[in-house]
């Protein structure tokens, strides 16, 4: 066995974990699509609606996908763990505005190199 396929066989085994890992991931994810973060910079996440926990706070999947619409286009995701994300809000100051329908959901604004 020479080098390169050595180093072959460990990257394709490497490469198929990273796959099985997102198809485990994918079982459990909530799907957010923000139209405004190419303009704002901000993803918004929904805390709570009508006065009552919502969203993040009572969310049972493992992970949220943030599709990046508006300029672009679908073409940008961000996939962060859902416990990573809660401590993003808790340890960070962000803005809190209300939107969504008659503007009943409490949402903290978030700047997309946060999730990072």
Known sequence: MN???INFNGD????QKGENHLKN????VEVK???ATHATGNVAVELEYRGKPSGLATSNAKYWAFVFAGEYK???IILIERERLKNVVKDGNFRTVYGGDD?????VLIPKEKLL
Do not use: N
């Open 3 to 5: 080098e390169t396929t």
């Open 12 to 15: 394709l085994h490497f490469g």
């Open 25 to 28: 991931i994918l079982e459990s």
């Open 33 to 35: 699509t923000d139209r």
């Open 74 to 76: 679908g073409e940008v």
């Open 103 to 107: 503007m009943a959901s409490k949402l």
